[in-house]
């Protein structure tokens, strides 16, 4: 059997860079709760993404998107339908879910497989009370035409941007767009605090809401707690985790987009192969490295390439599949909508293996495995 190579890995910061962060809280006994690292990472993250203060940290990006549309008090008045995509991962119809909201879901558009504006305006009813876009694969929903939406009809903006960290549109912050943009600093994203998460907000009122929610309920400023919130907070180990890979940060994304133009070398022009472009004035974080393979002319099925690969020690990741409106308890609960689009990429889109140290002789051997299922 070869080495084995997995979908992802996570970037180590160097070991005593990590420690030396990390000495004070032996002196300190401070280890969670607001904490020296916590404000640190919170106000370099904010720097480093350019939204300045509006921004809160949470210890995974799930629960960051739920306390986003917490504190954005979704619901409130009764309009409870959330239009959204379900090419996405559980956690985006979950939170949906979780907060007493429903998912309507809508097709995405095959250019960049993020959700259609012209399908959200049709899906807008009095009951509308959010739009919920997921960046995929770090590519940028239609932000403007969004938001116009959403200006006209009163209607919030969340964008689920677990995979954008650092992306820019111009010289605007992915994390700058809606009412709020959750971030995933999750082990295998391209930055990461191990777990962690961060809400990045545009009204600056939302944010004793999103600490209260991450806290018990625990209002920061009279310490009542005044709703029902549950524990969400980063630790200080997972902070300084933070603060010290934002160091390296840049330099790990400029790794991944070697690898991956490495991958374009090879794959680009390949007959049934489609690689996505980013959208232009979008400069990606090279976060995945997704590829849709079209049987009809390639001559084998996403699934095939999985199985060649996994045969050759190589883990692929179907992502997104299945549709989250396919998932058995969603099945017959929610309308899974007309979405023939997602429900293409759902079985045509393979994520290769990418990573920060990923070498180019291991994605010449991946794409040969890849390259030798074509018929
Ligand atoms: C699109 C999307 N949304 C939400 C999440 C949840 O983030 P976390 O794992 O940090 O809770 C992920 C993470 O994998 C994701 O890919």
């Not at 549109?169 to 962690?196: C, I, P, Q, R, Y």
Request: proline fraction near 4%; aromatic fraction near 8%; hydrophobic fraction near 40%.
């Amino acid at each position: 059997m070869n080495k084995q190579i997995l979908v992802t890995r996570s970037s180590m910061p160097p070991f005593d860079e990590y420690v030396e962060e990390i000495r004070p809280l032996w002196e300190s006994h401070w280890l969670t709760n607001a904490g020296v690292e916590h404000e640190k990472f919170r106000s370099g993250l904010g720097e480093y993404l350019g939204v300045g203060e509006n921004v809160e940290l949470f210890v995974n990006g799930h629960l960051a998107l739920e306390c986003a549309l917490k504190a954005l008090e979704l619901g409130a008045d009764g309009r409870d339908e959330v239009i959204t995509t379900s090419y996405t991962f559980a956690s985006t119809t979950n939170a949906i879910v979780r907060c007493g909201l429903k998912p309507v879901f809508v097709d995405v558009k095959p250019d960049d497989l993020t959700i259609d504006p012209a399908l959200v305006e049709a899906a807008i009813t009095s009951r509308t009370c959010a739009i919920l876009g997921v960046h995929v694969y770090g590519n940028l929903c239609d932000v403007d035409a969004i938001q116009r939406m959403a200006s006209a009809h009163e209607l919030k903006v969340v964008y689920d941007a677990a995979h954008a960290f650092g992306v820019r549109k111009g010289n605007a912050a992915a994390a700058s767009f809606g009412d709020a943009s959750m971030l995933s600093l999750h082990a295998t994203k391209v930055f990461h605090s191990v777990e962690g998460g961060a809400v990045c907000f545009r009204d600056s009122a939302v944010r004793d809401r999103l600490r209260a929610w991450r806290n018990f309920g625990i209002n920061p400023k009279t310490g009542e707690v005044e709703c029902a919130g549950g524990n969400a907070k980063l630790d200080e180990f997972r902070a300084a985790m933070g603060v010290v890979n934002l160091r390296h940060v840049d330099d790990w994304i400029a790794d991944r987009a070697r690898a991956e133009a490495r991958y374009r070398e090879r794959l680009e022009g390949a007959q049934g192969v489609r690689l996505f472009e980013p959208t232009p004035e979008v400069s990606l974080n090279h976060i995945y490295m997704p590829v849709l393979f079209n049987p009809d002319k390639f001559g084998a099925t996403r699934n095939d390439v999985l199985e060649a690969l996994a045969a050759h020690g190589i883990r692929a990741r179907r992502y997104f599949y299945p549709l989250t409106s396919d998932f058995p308890c969603y099945r017959g609960v929610f309308n899974p909508g007309d979405i023939p689009i997602a429900r293409e990429a759902s079985v045509r889109v393979l994520t290769l293996p990418l990573y920060e140290g990923l070498s180019n002789e291991d994605v010449d051997m991946i794409c040969d495995v890849v390259l030798g299922c074509m018929r």
